[in-house]
């Protein structure tokens, strides 16, 4: 296609007066370009990552109307070349004016802009974050017009986000674009840049600038699986107050001393043991210790791992816990090289999902009644991340975690 192009352009130069020839070669060219603008990749445009590397502070992409502006200047100016008409002269010099108009009016608009990113620092699986982009204008006199921000994100990590738009920044003043985003995959997730980039004037080419930094996003299961019919199996929903077990408050009883957490209430504070040890325990009363289960966490042996659903068995297990929390049940969690000891209340919830956050999904999980699930938890919940089966076993004392 190359060759085609520049040996249109040398024959129309080389053979001025030949009529048929530069028929022949416009027709080529137009031809040519028509199959480039349609059959091209846009991953492996040359063009394209020319202006996407670090070399250019600036990156342009056309739009639609970009595209269609820029192949009507080429028609009028080949008609005017092969004609001679004065108003075709002027209507290209009209056309390639603008062109030139939006490229320093974008300029202008994209200069001396400060920017500050407040990124979360968790999220939830297919729910919707926000992350603000807080832009100053740093420019004296001029203003700055249909800023839009995105964040710079992975292709296949399955992060759908939505622009966010600014349509006028005054001169020396502070606006702030809201970045919507939602994430279909836990653990974590890489953000590595912010996208500033405009329209203005005129919608035919879009420049932006790209700012790189590193930072994560912790993104937690859902956990809103319906459960109820799943545990209702289990001898643990066959206690007489399961459906009661659901009240919450200080409690008249004082039942034990646990090591405190972010998010447990200061009031709970056991100020004693707390000089004493010099770290922070609270006191539990027989309306917070309600009842203890364990989340175990299970698989098949040589069966081929099949991701999405494991993922299914970890939102499930997320569920399962969510659901005990919420009827007053210390929850625990055990896997492979993984131990988190039963506690109630949102803190202890917040640990299991973030565990179950970062969990790696294709590692080896041991098998229900193994001889190596040996000295659990007085009661398991056992969960098959390969079956997504569910069963309860039980032992006499705690011990130590599955490997």
Same mark, same amino acid.
């Given at each position: 296609m190359l060759f085609i192009t520049g040996s249109s352009f040398y024959m129309i130069i080389k053979f001025p007066f030949y009529t048929r020839f530069k028929v022949i070669f416009v027709l080529f060219f137009v031809v040519n370009t028509l199959l480039f603008i349609r059959f091209r990749e846009p991953r492996n445009n040359l063009f394209q990552k020319m202006m996407q590397s670090k070399f250019f502070p600036r990156k342009l992409t056309f739009t639609m109307e970009g595209k269609y502006l820029v192949f009507i200047t080429l028609g009028i100016g080949f008609a005017a070349v092969n004609t001679g008409i004065n108003l075709l002269y002027l209507l290209m010099t009209m056309l390639l004016s603008m062109i030139v108009a939006s490229g320093i009016l974008s300029e202008l608009t994209l200069k001396k802009l400060r920017w500050e990113i407040d990124l979360p620092s968790e999220a939830t699986v297919s729910s919707e974050t926000l992350a603000i982009l807080a832009i100053r204008n740093g420019k004296r006199r001029l203003s700055s017009f249909s800023l839009e921000g995105e964040l710079l994100i992975p292709e296949n990590k399955g992060i759908v986000q939505k622009k966010g738009t600014l349509l006028k920044l005054n001169a020396g003043k502070e606006g702030q674009i809201l970045v919507r985003l939602i994430f279909s995959q836990r653990g974590k997730q890489e953000i590595r840049g912010v996208s500033i980039e405009t329209r203005f004037p005129f919608s035919f080419f879009t420049k932006s600038r790209h700012y790189e930094f590193n930072r994560s996003v912790l993104v937690l299961p859902k956990g809103e699986e319906p459960v109820a019919q799943t545990l209702s199996r289990l001898t643990i929903k066959q206690l007489e107050? +399961?459906? /009661? @077990?659901?009240?919450? #408050? =200080? #409690?008249?009883?004082? !039942?034990?001393?646990? =090591? @405190?957490?972010?998010?447990?209430? %200061?009031?709970?504070? !056991? %100020? *004693? *043991? /707390? $000089? $004493?040890? =010099?770290? +922070?325990v609270i006191r539990e009363f027989d309306s917070l210790a309600g009842r203890k289960a364990t989340v175990c966490l299970t698989g098949n042996r040589g069966s081929q791992i099949v991701y999405q659903q494991r993922e299914k068995g970890i939102e499930l297990a997320a569920s399962i816990a969510k659901f005990l929390v919420y009827r007053d049940f210390q929850v625990g969690l055990l896997g492979p090289n993984l131990r988190i000891e039963e506690g109630g209340g949102s803190s202890s919830l917040k640990r299991i999902f973030v565990a179950l956050a970062l969990l790696d999904a294709g590692q080896d999980f041991p098998m229900t009644g193994s001889q190596k699930n040996r000295n659990l938890p007085e009661t398991c919940i056992w969960i098959n991340l390969d079956s997504l089966n569910v069963s309860q076993t039980g032992s006499v004392a705690k011990g130590e975690s599955v490997t």
């Open positions: 107050d +399961f459906e /009661t @077990m659901d009240n919450r #408050g =200080q #409690g008249l009883e004082f !039942h034990s001393v646990r =090591q @405190m957490y972010p998010g447990d209430d %200061w009031r709970s504070v !056991h %100020w *004693k *043991k /707390t $000089a $004493a040890g =010099q770290e +922070f």
